[in-house]
């Protein structure tokens, strides 16, 4: 081939190692440069299947120049004249059955902004998803994605996707050596387009990975990461936003429905259909406010490929998963929930991520995300991968994934699961199968750090949510302030309370007896946290049966043990989350494959369930004395903890104004008790509010209706007391009067 200007410069093996997708400082060669003498431009570009190509000035339309073909694979260059001033240009490409006009994407300087990257390797960048991760972008007056991924052990990375053929030679990334940082900003793209990372490792070797930063997915088994629609969606709830800022959490009332939206109700004719956003507005959002319940708290909903995980295994992290809908969808669906007053818990995952090999395994070739060790770095009990969040970057990914949810999805708080298994090194783990922190212990150092971290930040950027924690040991200061040394959570759930009195519930009445401290021993720690009461979805699979099926007993004895132990709940300090299906006693175990029993509710113990649970939210949402000083001992008086002979438990809650208050008796035996005396701290008489063995629910009717006299008659630490009938296997709430009337 004739020697020019333009083509000598791919002497020396580059024009091959270019050609072959073995050369990574692409934009040093591809696109528009100075002349060797400086006196003009050189254009070159690779376009593998290109039969001519010509350089058209964008400004005027008009062709530039004609570029000589450098190599029959595609590669292509020339001298643009007389010009000497860089301008922008496209490409006119002549193929062999068409003609197709492109915009050259290393024409562009890099768009990362250095205040950005900064903070991404510093550890402390909340907004990474902003810059990395594909966004639609405004450069040099053009509107175009700005593509960047992170994978600094990588020897190339290559860009691949519907827009370029799946040709790994197209479209290699700039690589900023100091941050590993790749990008490229693409003009000749569009929305819901495919697209993947070829990734060459240091050693030569290969792998395709999606984009950890996708806000959206395409399905297993492909799993492609998706271009992004520019429609912004336009919220409806700034009024709502502004009044949670202004709310103190701990002294409202909070009743969590928990809800698998894959599972909550199919659609379609044969019940196998996903019912998405659009379906989830206009049922499940009126079903909760109808129930009573404050907040709904969706299972992880990140894009995950194995329905069996229930999302717990996340692979795309920022992207909300397409069984119900595109991501404007589930924005609709909060935006729905807040115009109800309904608040939006997120399940959120930062403990550990799957070994899908499209994901964050070995992303670019080397431990990138997940320790090397595997004494560190692996899960022993789910076979997934810890992040190490001793690593900058890893902090950076996840602090700005919980940003992420929380400002672009306006959801109002996180549920972090397994926090247990971030906080302990020896997690489930046999005592050669760990390695100690630097002080010799089992505390997992890092994890600490990342997880005050991440509560101080959210909690500054978004006053008002809930970070909420699962974390199932005795940990101290889980929900103490960060600058108390504590984790800094707002809530933690009950775990101990949970397993103490589902266990209690399973024994026979005529055994409760000696388990009468299961009942009671929680008021012994109450207060030490900020907890959440949770009955969850951890409760009712893997073979540990429906909470109905927890109870002996024949039917009747089932539901009036269940009815009197969710009084029991609600009516004990601390907030409130049920899992879906047991607000109506559902009967089998919950499967994640198809819809809640809803027939149930055809028959009337089923549906007196479901109006039991309905009128306890309400009393609950009417009543301070129930929820004010939840985590205050002020708040909760024994008037009889020690009736184990009768099963029988009776107990006092205060508002933060004393005169309001409620009297609660739970009897976890069938028998009743008729003239039963309780000490009260009013001399107003008591009116029963609610009888969980009242008819309407499915009881005996053993209920009292008429005011219950205060009488002179010092009883159980009171100087008053009012006489009462105790129903069987039942929850009685007694307000005073004055009250009951007003409320």
Known sequence: MYMTEATAYFQYGSDTALVNGEYTDVFSLLGMHPSSDGKGLIVRCLIPGALAIDVISTKDGRKVASLEQVDEQGLFAGKMGRRVKPFAYELRVQYPLCEQILNDPYQYDSLLNSQDVFLFNEGSQLQSYRFQGANWRQHQGI???????????AKKVALIGDFNLWDAKRHIMRFHPASGLWDIFLVDVEPEQHYKFAITDAYGNTVVKSDPYAVSMQPSPHNASKIPTSMQYEWQDAEWLIDRSQQDNHQQPMSIYEVHLASWRRAGVDGQNYTDYPQLINQLVPYVKEMGFTHLQLMPISEF??????????????????????ANGLKAFIDACHQQDIAVLLDWVPAHFPRDPHGLVRFDGSYLYEHQDPRKGEHPDWDTL???YGRAEVRSFLYSNAHYWLDEFHFDGLRLDAVSSMLYLDYSRKADQWVPNEFGGRENLQAIQFLQELNARMYQCFPGINMIAEESTAWPGVTQPTDHNGLGFGFKWNMGWMNDTLRYIGCDPLYRRFHHGELTFSLVYAFTEQFILSLSHDEVVHGKGSLLHKIPGDDWQKFATLRAYLGFMWSHPGKKLLFMGNEFAQRNEWNHNQSLDWHLLEFAPHQGIQDWVRDLNHCYLQTPALYECDHQSE???WLDCNNADNNIL????????AEQHAIIVVNM????????????P??????EVLNSDHAHYGGSHVINEGPCIAQSTAWQGMENSIVITVPPLGCTVLLPES???SE
């Open 386 to 388: 810890i992040y190490n």
């Open 739 to 741: 009250l009951s009337h």
């Open 650 to 657: 009776v107990y006092c809650r205060y508002a933060k104004n």
């Open 669 to 680: 035996s069938p028998q009743v008790h008729h003239g039963f005396r309780v000490g009260v």
């Open 635 to 637: 708040g909760f008086a």
């Open 143 to 153: 509107k175009g994605i700005h593509f960047c991924v992170w994978a600094p052990n």
């Open 305 to 326: 490929p194995f329905d069996g995980s229930w999302g717990y295994q996340p692979v795309g992290l920022y992207a909300p998963t397409y069984r119900f809908g595109d």
């Open 682 to 687: 009013s001399t107003d008489n008591y009116q």
